[in-house]
């Protein structure tokens, strides 16, 4: 009984330690250029991305409520800013941010979506990739089937148009809102064939 719970004990502490090893809850470095510490996080009791920039005297910005903040959302540092990673099973969101000098915040530049959905409603469809340039609002949508065994891509390349979002404006009201356009411009393309 005693070596059960001795390896309970360390099986827990392994899968403990394995959890955080794999997940980054904060990022300290310099996104504004001033050669300042800065920092960003993710407050899961409050299900938000915190920033404090140096060039605004350290002042809480807060982004505007996560709702479907998952166990699998993590930080990941960028040569110029951060992204943030929302994964929900099979799919997720992964919004990038970088500095704008111009309106020195953070800004969001880019999103990009996986979704397996597709190969559980047609067996030839294995997974939808997309991304979104918002400074250029260039959009690509990626399709891989499976046809006699390779993998081939079809792509979709398109316009979207978003108005331009700051940590402060951001929320994943936006992820879902890019979701559901993906999705009308697959369909769109599938109704042409």
């Not at 001795?6 to 794999?22: D, I, K, N, R, W």
């Not at 299900?47 to 998952?70: C, D, G, T």
């Amino acid at each position: 009984m005693k070596k059960l719970k001795y390896h309970s004990l360390f099986f827990l502490l392994f899968l403990t330690v394995t959890v955080s090893a794999q997940t980054t809850r904060k990022i300290v470095k310099d996104f504004d250029g001033d050669l300042k510490k800065d920092s960003v996080w993710i407050d899961d009791d409050k299900k938000v991305l915190i920033l404090r920039l140096s060039s605004q005297q350290y002042r809480k910005v807060e982004s505007k409520p996560i709702y479907y903040l998952n166990f699998g959302n993590t930080l990941v540092a960028t040569k110029s800013g951060f992204e943030f990673w929302n994964n929900y099973d099979r799919s997720g969101f992964i919004s990038v941010f970088k500095y704008s000098k111009a309106a020195k915040q953070m800004q969001l530049v880019q999103m990009r979506r996986t979704d397996d959905k597709l190969g559980r409603d047609n067996p030839n469809e294995g997974l939808f990739e997309s991304s979104i340039d918002l400074i250029t609002n260039q959009y690509l949508g990626v399709i891989k089937r499976e046809v006699k065994g390779k993998t081939v891509k079809t792509f979709i390349n398109s316009e979207i148009i978003y108005p331009k979002t700051y940590l402060e404006t951001f929320g994943d009201a936006i992820n879902f809102d890019y979701q559901k356009k993906c999705i009308a411009k697959y369909e769109k393309f599938n109704a042409k064939k």
